[in-house]
């Protein structure tokens, strides 16, 4: 379900309107580099805008245990949401909305994803990955958002510690407020 937009929403913003507000849910993170079992993660992610033609995006996780209590922190990850120029559809869907995506970690890394919107659908891969030398060993990942049955749905696959791309972390939200 789209949330309203106000009169002052720029049109590019439209396609990715669903996106808008705030979610909360549960997942799961896990990856052979990371030398450990799958780590069950509470989250909460914002998607805002100020009248300008992008999105401010805040993703914030920790760790939870057995009972669903939360633990430790784990990542934040802030950044910006950047729709192109709508196309024109191939048939009888939405058109495809280029879409650029640009992360920063309090870790020491910078992605710079690149792909679409369709629909409620996104589909990015990394086009560039900025690490600092203290930074853990990660090179490229795609993540795939959608809207289904009402709520925010999302996996990222990652390169990790010369692992090939695998599943890295996925998760269910639910629209708050």
Excluded: C, I, N
């Excluded at 196309?87 to 994803?113: F, M």
């Excluded at 925010?152 to 791309?165: F, I, N, Q």
């Amino acid at each position: 379900m789209p949330v309203p937009l106000s009169t002052g929403t720029p049109l590019p913003l439209v396609p990715l309107s669903w996106l808008l507000g705030r979610w909360e849910g549960a997942g799961v993170l896990g990856h052979p580099a990371r030398g450990e079992g799958d780590t069950r993660f509470g989250q909460v992610v914002e998607f805002s805008h100020d009248g300008r033609d992008f999105l401010s995006y805040t993703s914030t996780t920790w760790a939870l245990d057995e009972d669903g209590a939360t633990t430790d922190p784990l990542d934040v990850e802030t950044g910006f949401w950047r729709p192109g120029p709508v196309g024109t559809a191939a048939g009888d869907g939405p058109a495809p909305v280029p879409l650029e995506v640009v992360l920063a970690h309090p870790t020491g890394v910078v992605e710079v994803y690149v792909g679409t919107a369709t629909g409620p659908r996104v589909e990015l891969s990394t086009d560039a990955v900025v690490r600092t030398s203290s930074a853990h060993e990660y090179t490229a990942g795609t993540r795939l958002y959608g809207l289904v049955e009402g709520d925010l749905l999302w996996a990222h696959d990652a390169v990790l510690g010369g692992h090939p791309l695998r599943s890295y972390a996925s998760a269910r939200l639910k629209r708050v407020g």
